[in-house]
């Protein structure tokens, strides 16, 4: 297995997270931003704690040689309780690959002011992602230490040009309407499980991959400092325009607001990041159901049905989908990160971590 480095391992983390409602801002404003200035202290808190368990996920990965979504939360041979992790953490993947694909649409529509570019473009989207992620985990590797760095330091430049050149920032702090995000230390912990949840499938292989355990822990301090600095950056963006913060994209509206080029250049980089994040939920579910000789014998059939019933469910709605998958699979999350951390108790009490 061929071994990555700290920074490698950091924004292959990193790239797990920078979806279409981190990098649009919909998701960070609607958990975070919305709550007022505040929010910011809550981004800090979440990225922090997202980085500390991730590390923790890949210790257990990198010393049981396990990276089974369900096996490395529950370490007992119990095949009931594991088969309904599975079945939770898949569910979870493709309800985050929906969003994608109508964060997709939504940017399409958003830009070229067609109805019709949203299907169309969906679609596209869908397919290329379908043939990518036959590469698997090690392709996946590829493309985001390739990629998420460039994606860091526009995601930043942009951000703070637009902070730069506004009038202010505008943190009207607000009473939640959605009743499962009643204030921002809850919102930070819904937002820490969720995407904890979702990225599972790849950050466990991450541990087997990485070099060494101090590769892990420097990677995760590195991704740490990314997501920081990427969502600090955005929320303070979206702030400086109200008006901005009401739309599907936020960010897009901001940018469109400095310059039409800019607008383009942050679509492209949006893009990227629905790409980066759908191939870091779709990729572990077809792992999952491989175990069925049926699914390992068709295995681009599977994965070409799994993403026209995403596609499918993807006229839901951008924002309304982040407003509702999200938090309810985020109290779901909160076991999962009970589990890990009993998980990795159990090994160090073994002697079986090295330090």
């Known amino acids: 297995m061929r071994k990555i480095k700290a920074w490698q391992l950091a924004f292959s983390f990193t790239g797990c997270f920078l979806g279409a409602g981190f990098v649009s801002g919909q998701e960070l404003w609607q958990f975070f931003g919305s709550f ?79 109805a019709w ?112 600095a990427i969502s600090s950056a955005i929320i303070l963006a979206v702030a400086t325009s109200p008006e901005a913060a009401a739309t599907e994209l936020p960010m897009i509206a901001v940018c469109a607001a400095m310059h039409p080029a800019v607008e383009y250049i942050y679509a492209i980089l949006l893009f990227c990041a629905m790409f980066g994040a759908s191939m870091s939920v779709f990729v572990p579910i077809p792992n999952f159901f491989s175990r069925f000789k049926p699914v390992a014998r068709h295995r681009l059939l599977f994965s070409c049905g799994l993403s026209l019933l995403a596609w499918l469910g993807s006229n839901l709605g951008f924002s309304e989908l982040i407003g509702t998958v999200y938090p309810v699979y985020g109290y779901i999350g909160a076991v999962v990160l009970a589990l890990i951390v009993i998980h990795f108790i159990k090994i160090r009490k073994l002697n079986t971590v090295e330090v």
Not at 46 to 73: H, N, P, Q
Not at 86 to 95: C, L, Q, R
Not at 133 to 151: A, C, E, N, T
């Open 36 to 114: 007022g200035a505040s929010g910011i202290c809550g981004t800090a808190l979440a990225s922090l704690l997202l980085c500390l368990f991730s590390a923790l996920l890949m210790l257990i990965a990198r010393k049981t040689g396990v990276t089974d979504m369900e096996k490395v939360i529950y370490w007992k041979d119990a095949p009931a309780l594991r088969t309904v992790l599975g079945i939770i953490e898949v569910s979870f993947m493709f309800g985050i690959y929906i969003v994608m694909i109508a964060g997709a649409g939504s940017l399409a529509e958003q830009i070229t002011g067609a």
């Open 117 to 228: 570019s949203k299907p169309v473009f969906s679609i596209l989207f869908c397919a290329t992602l379908t043939a990518v992620s036959l590469r698997g985990i090690g392709g996946l590797v590829g493309i985001f230490s390739r990629v998420m760095p460039i994606l860091t330091l526009l995601a930043i430049a942009i951000s703070l040009a637009a902070v730069l050149r506004s009038d202010g920032l505008s943190f009207a702090e607000r009473v939640s309407e959605n009743p499962l995000l009643v204030n921002w230390p809850i919102a930070a912990g819904t937002y820490l499980s969720y995407n904890f949840l979702c990225a599972i499938g790849v950050i466990a292989p991450l541990g087997q991959m990485a070099k060494s355990t101090r590769s892990i822990v420097a990677g995760a301090a590195i991704g740490c400092a990314v997501l920081c």
